[in-house]
């Protein structure tokens, strides 16, 4: 029997974005023509090699299940799903702030002095990991998506989200009032995989690591 | 909130007869061994751990066997004053799933190596490997892959370092996810950040063969760990030259599975391509003591209920006759 190809999972979106340029003239560069396709399983070019392109969210559930045998996702995803798998490297791009964000003026003390303060974010894990490091409570908004809304329809007083240049917060009259943590791009693979088969995962993440970090 | 829905393992035909054809091909290697089979209860009324399937019997809060390795050990160190050296279990244990896919109920075929302390242990240690090695012939895999490692690697530094509580796991977690940066993260500011850091780098350099081992020259604590890795070496020279046809043997340094429980040398059982190790097992020679008994112990459990699922999905990974 041959062997089923390798899956590699690769991010939708603003971390997919930057990820595809870079791999182009690597053995890992995406089938241009399948890319202006809306395949989502996409040949690279390394025969026997896939790429999946998934949303952040789900990619971690692909790659723990062992579908996909590697991965690429940010931090910030990977710490909200705390998901059962390898984390080989810190690939250093898709950096970004998870950061309290509020409408202008507003500070962080006027924040605290709240009685019932309420915070709309897509990740509830880390936002409460700093409530509890900083010893308040809140009502967490629970959002999937343009969490900047929320501060200026009385949603909830200010949102914990990802800025990166904070030209979106910028366009919204919103405004950094502290940084919770920092975010980039990882690459995760499947358990099993790398430990049954690090003949043929290793070259491949080793691969991905080199292509990544020097682009 | 994750959605999940209790798994209960119903086994049709072909699976019911693997199980039962199984059970009794290791049981039988077991005992060719000299291991000798116990049957501690299925229902647990005194320990009641977090994670095990518990309910009311009357007034009583009872749980369902969760742990054959538990569950025996309070049985040794109730009814033996001197430890029987070599036993084996067989059956079901049942616990809360932590991931979607797992059962509730588990079976599991296994064995223990007791001894009394200070024992020499080197032994014990290379003839559980020794039977491990052989399983894989036993259930009719093509190929398979045993990992040796060994929990003080990671153990001792930490202890050397007074490095404990919620510090110490992030760094096992972070070595957990083979993830040294994460160990440089969650250390931040400590003391021990650089060495700790260079060790985890070293721990996770390789995933080979026995030269492996040479890794732990570039950490910091190479000179702290030289016994374990002495011993690690004897094992290596013992196994090597008995390794069955398909057989293949990596050190990994970084295994840190069950690093609250394992004191020493474990071992993990794969197959290629297989997402979960099919068994595992080591030293552990704080249980017993625990138990109040000077005991040593060390053993593994082969975890048929996942070799069930393998040979469902990857039949192409068996015999055909099995």
């Known amino acids: 029997m041959t062997q089923p190809s390798i899956l590699i999972a690769f991010p939708k979106g603003r971390l997919g974005d930057e990820l595809v340029p870079k791999l182009a003239g690597t053995p890992l560069a995406l089938d241009a023509e399948a890319l202006k396709s809306r395949v989502l399983r996409i040949p690279t070019a390394t025969p026997g090699v896939a790429a999946l392109l998934l949303k952040g969210a789900d990619l971690p559930r692909y790659v723990a299940a062992g579908v996909a045998s590697l991965g690429i996702v940010g931090s910030d995803t990977l710490d909200e799903l705390d998901m059962d798998l390898l984390e080989l490297a810190d690939l250093g791009f898709g950096a970004c702030r998870l950061s309290l964000c509020a409408r202008s003026g507003v500070t962080l003390e006027s924040l605290r002095a709240k009685p019932h303060l309420r915070l709309a974010t897509k990740f509830p894990k880390a936002t409460e990991a700093w409530l509890t490091r900083e010893g308040l409570t809140a009502e967490l908004v629970p959002l999937s998506s343009s969490a900047e809304l929320a501060p200026l329809l009385g949603l909830a007083d200010a949102i914990v989200d990802l800025v990166q240049t904070g030209g979106t917060l910028k366009a919204h009259g919103l405004v950094e009032t502290t940084v919770l943590g920092h975010s980039s791009a990882r690459l995760v693979a499947a358990r099993g995989a790398y430990l049954s088969e690090p003949g043929r995962i290793r070259p491949l993440a080793e691969a991905l690591i080199a292509s990544l970090r020097h682009s | ?322």
Not at chain 2, 45 to 52: C, I, L, M
Not at chain 2, 66 to 72: N, P, Q
Not at chain 2, 125 to 150: T, W, Y
Request: proline letters at 7%; a negative charge; one cysteine or more.
């Open chain 2, 1 to 322: 909130m994750p959605v999940r829905t209790p798994h209960f393992p119903d086994l049709l035909f072909d699976s019911a007869a693997r199980l039962r054809r199984w059970e009794g091909a290791l049981m039988g290697l077991l005992e060719a061994h000299g291991y000798r089979e116990l049957h501690p209860s299925l229902v647990l009324r005194e320990a009641v751990p977090d994670g095990s399937l518990r309910f009311f019997d009357g007034d009583d809060l009872v749980a369902l066997r969760w742990d054959f390795t538990v569950s025996l050990a309070g049985l040794l160190a109730r009814r033996f004053t001197a430890p029987p050296p070599r036993v084996s279990y067989a059956g079901a244990v049942f616990r809360r799933p932590v991931q979607p896919w797992e059962a509730v109920e588990r079976f599991e075929v296994g064995c223990e190596r007791i001894q009394p302390e200070g024992e020499a242990s080197g032994e014990a240690d290379v003839e559980l490997a020794r039977l491990l090695m052989a399983i894989p012939g036993v259930l009719g895999l093509k190929s398979a892959i045993l990992h040796l490692g060994n929990a003080a690697l990671v153990r001792r530094p930490l202890e050397a370092e007074g490095l404990t509580g919620d510090l110490a796991d992030a760094v096992v977690a972070a070595l957990s996810r083979r993830a040294p940066h994460r160990v440089r993260e969650a250390l931040g500011g400590h003391a021990a950040a650089g060495r700790l850091a260079a060790h985890a780098e070293a721990l996770l350099s390789e995933l080979d063969g026995p030269g492996t081992l040479n890794a732990l020259k570039a950490s910091p604590y190479a000179d702290l760990l030289k016994e374990e890795r002495e011993h690690m070496d004897r094992a290596l020279s013992s196994l090597l030259p008995i390794l069955p046809p398909n057989l293949e043997l990596r050190v990994d340094l970084a295994d840190v599975a069950g690093l609250g429980f394992y004191t020493g040398p474990t071992l993990r059982l794969w197959a290629p391509g297989a997402q979960q190790e099919l068994a595992a097992g080591g030293r552990y020679d704080r249980l017993f003591p625990g138990l109040g008994r000077p005991w040593q112990a060390a053993g593994f459990c082969v975890r048929l209920s996942r070799l069930l699922d393998l040979a469902e999905t990857r039949p192409d990974l068996f015999e055909q006759s099995r």
